[in-house]
């Protein structure tokens, strides 16, 4: 009896043992994945949420901003409601994010302290002002509070 045959404590060999808990792995991701395609829902793409991509276009154009997507993408993302842009647009996770982005300090090796543009920011209250207008305030306030300096030219 070779090594590889030799019974375990179960009375199974470490080569069946093994290939066991590789099919339990495997049946396992599978409805891992069955249960992930069910739930997932993409966002609606409807006349409404392609009205507010294209809304947010043209915002950006008249602001001589650069779209970051197509109008197809930006539908996907944003949907109806903003997305994530607009899930929680001031928190605290948020603001963390932004300060770490645009007004660092230089708080690391290797990380130079910047002043950020105010045009920086002007993508986001585009889409908060399509997309969730009641928060515009909010990040407004925020935004007033940080010193962005005018270093992009058009």
């Known amino acids: 009896m070779t090594h590889e045959e030799r019974p375990t404590l179960h009375g199974l060999s470490d080569r069946r043992r093994h290939r066991r808990e590789l099919w339990a792995v495997a049946v396992l991701l599978v409805i891992l ?73 230089g708080a690391t090796v290797g990380i130079r302290p910047i002043r950020a543009d105010r045009r920086v920011v002007e993508g986001e209250q585009i889409i908060i002002q399509v997309y969730c207008p009641k928060n515009l305030a909010a990040l407004n306030k925020y935004v007033n509070a940080k010193r962005y300096d005018a270093v992009i030219r058009k």
């Open 33 to 105: 994945a069955v249960v992930l395609l069910l739930v997932y829902k993409p966002a609606p793409n409807n006349h409404l949420a392609q009205a507010k991509a294209h809304r947010v276009e043209a915002l950006y154009a008249a602001h001589g901003l650069t779209v970051p997507a197509d109008d197809r993408t930006l539908t996907s993302i944003l949907g109806t409601n903003g997305g994530s842009v607009c899930a929680a647009p001031t928190s605290a996770l948020t603001k963390a994010q932004q300060d770490l982005s645009y007004a660092n300090g």
